[in-house]
């Protein structure tokens, strides 16, 4: 029971609200729907393995959800980037971080 409460707070601080930027960055940079597509498919084939750890390893859980939160982990670095699906999110995350730079 204790480990699926930190999946949850895993999935509420890390998975849902990477989602939610992810669809703002796509939409904001106008990038094609399969991008979309490919990124989205990579958090559904890779977050119920880290639901998974996060339930068994609460301290990882807790300190990933804070990380990421804070801004000191980048939610990409919880991702395959070998995966081709994996490597369009990464993309989409590393371009928005250039062009913040510049401004």
Known sequence: MIS???AWLFALFVVDPLNAE????VQAANLPAETLQQSRQCVSTHGPALMQKAGN???WA???AFGVVTGFVSPTQLFDAKDPNCAALVRIFQ???GDDEGV
């Open 57 to 59: 390893d609460p301290i």
């Open 95 to 97: 371009t928005s971080a």
């Open 62 to 64: 807790t300190g990933t």
């Open 22 to 25: 992810l669809r703002e960055r």
């Open 4 to 6: 699926e409460i930190f």
